[in-house]
Nanobody, 116 residues
């Protein structure tokens, strides 16, 4: 089992930056895939970015070139650096971990609001 805790959300102006963190309760070295998802009001949850244990990275088209996903195995933490934020990036952002059995674990979410 994996417990995940997100942090780093908040209110930022358009064009600004935020860095989200996801702290895991166990080593992330052997976790098959970790990712960031988001859910905007009245919309379905969507994948933002994901990284596998082998280092393969996948981004949603809407965030390519602006967001960067990374991990720090020593700190059991995953990050999402978000630059050039837009109002349409406003959403609750969730951390996800998928282990080799296929089981998925979710954090509680952190709110990101992009507004002037």
């Amino acid at each position: 089992q994996v417990q995940l805790v997100e942090s780093g959300g908040g209110l930022v102006q358009p064009g600004g930056s935020l860095r989200l963190s996801c702290a895991a309760s166990r080593s992330i070295f052997s976790i098959y895939e970790m990712g960031w998802y988001r859910r905007a009001p009245l919309q379905q949850r969507e994948l933002v970015a994901a990284i596998t244990s082998g280092g393969k990275i996948n981004y949603a088209d809407s965030v390519k070139g602006r967001f960067t996903i990374s991990t720090d195995n020593a700190k059991n933490t995953m990050y999402l650096q978000m630059n050039s934020l837009k109002p349409e990036d406003t959403a609750v952002y969730y951390c996800n971990a998928q282990i080799v059995t296929g089981a998925r674990y979710w954090g509680q979410g952190t709110q990101v609001t992009v507004s002037s």
